[in-house]
């Protein structure tokens, strides 16, 4: 029984390592998206821009809806008031900031977690498709850590020959 502890300690250990990893590799697509949304306000001639891209990047954390739920509605909202350079303006930044986060996110977090590439693109990919309620928009960032938790353990304790 006391090996069973152990080696379930182990496992808890790499989860929480693995969980600590997952923050640091959101806390570097924050900061991505954070200065993109900075630079592009500032060119784009807003003001407070810096104060702006912080609040835009806050939301742009959550899943599935992020930066959109922000810079969609102020597009529209330019568009509609008759400032259709800043509206067009706003809506290439969305495009960016999307584009950019979606390409970086697969390397990031294999990186960070120590996981091959295809495998993040497609726990990725189907997250997004299971992300339909709250509570898998909950469960969605714990399966990164579980699966390179158990690919480490599996590699540490059964390695290949």
Do not use: C
Request: aromatic content about 14%.
């Amino acid at each position: 029984m006391k090996k069973r502890r152990s080696l379930m300690q182990e496992f808890l250990q790499l989860f929480l390592k693995n969980t600590v990893s997952f923050i640091k590799a959101q806390g570097k697509l924050f900061l991505t998206g954070f200065i993109l949304l900075a630079i592009g306000l500032y060119w784009i001639g807003i003001e407070w821009a810096i104060v702006i891209a912080l609040a835009i990047a806050v939301v742009d954390m959550l899943p599935l809806i992020g930066s959109a739920l922000v810079l969609i509605p102020w597009t529209l909202y330019e568009w509609i008031w008759g400032d259709t350079r800043t509206g067009f303006y706003l809506l290439i930044l969305w495009l960016v900031v999307e584009l950019t986060h979606y390409l970086l996110e697969p390397f990031v977090l294999g990186k960070d977690l120590e996981l091959p590439l295809w495998l993040t693109i497609l726990v990725t990919i189907v997250s997004l498709f299971l992300a339909t309620n709250v509570f898998t928009l909950i469960l969605a960032p714990l399966v990164l850590p579980l699966v390179a938790s158990i690919k480490q353990y599996r590699e540490s304790h059964y390695p290949r020959k």
